[in-house]
């Protein structure tokens, strides 16, 4: 069974760094690509940043330039490294995985509060 | 960049059919994959590749795709689909590649 599971969120000032983590287990990591999408109080689904198998990443330009995603084979982990942290930032960060084009597997989420 | 758009709402009485439609230019040649979530929980995908259904997900779930429309349609509706429903594809050329529709509210009256 695929899990993963995120932690990390929290309350932080405007102008503040926060790092998210994900655990994953049931598939590989370096194997899949992943990424992370949030959901502003209220709002709908939006993409921020993905990282292909070969590490290759990308970025949505709300967050370019601050935001910066990582993983670590050995740990199963995926990380998103935030910096200057926006009150519009402020969302529910989900970590998912997925197989071709499609989400197949969605963390909880995670709750970040810029304020 | 693609754009996904999805009407804001679709209400429906149980038993009845809903449909949701997901507009893009020439969507017909991507593959379009929906998620359904209910308040406070993570999306589940419920349709990929336009009309494969995942294990679990009910036959009453179908989808097709063609132009400029794809649609997500939930035969003889139940009181649990009640949910907000978004399509979804990818843009492999793209920088930008995971794209949403800005989701389809379906109420269950």
């Known amino acids: 069974e695929v899990q993963l599971v995120e932690s990390g969120g929290g309350l932080v000032r405007p102008g503040g760094s926060l790092r998210l983590s994900c655990v994953v287990s049931?598939?590989?990591?370096?194997?899949?690509?992943l990424t992370w999408v949030r959901q502003a109080p209220g709002e709908g689904l939006k993409w921020v940043s993905l990282?292909?198998?070969?590490?290759?990443?990308h970025y949505a330009d709300s967050v370019k330039g601050r935001f910066a995603i990582s993983r670590d084979n050995a740990k199963q982990t995926l990380y998103l490294q935030m910096h200057n942290l926006r009150a519009e930032d402020t969302a529910i960060y989900y970590c998912?995985?997925?197989?071709?084009?499609?989400?197949?597997?969605w963390g909880q989420g995670t709750l970040v509060t810029v304020s | 960049s693609y754009v996904l758009t999805q009407t804001p709402s679709v209400s429906v009485a149980p038993g009845e059919t809903a449909r949701i439609a997901c507009g893009g230019n020439?969507?017909?040649?991507?593959?379009v994959h929906w998620y359904q979530q209910k308040p406070g929980l993570a999306p589940v995908m419920v349709l990929y590749?336009?009309?494969d259904r995942p294990s679990g997900i009910p036959e009453r779930f179908s989808g097709s795709n063609s132009g400029n429309t794809a649609t997500l349609t939930i035969s003889r509706v139940e009181d649990g689909d009640e949910a907000d429903y978004y399509c979804?594809?990818?843009?492999?050329?793209?920088?930008?590649?995971?794209?949403f529709g800005g989701g389809t509210k379906l109420t269950v009256l």
């Open positions: 998912v995985s997925g197989r071709g084009t499609s989400l197949d597997y």
């Open positions: 049931g598939l590989n990591v370096s194997l899949n690509y």
């Open positions: 990282m292909y198998t070969s590490g290759d990443a």
């Open positions: 020439n969507i017909g040649v991507k593959s």
């Open positions: 590749h336009d009309s």
């Open positions: 979804q594809v990818w843009d492999s050329r793209s920088d930008h590649p995971v794209i």
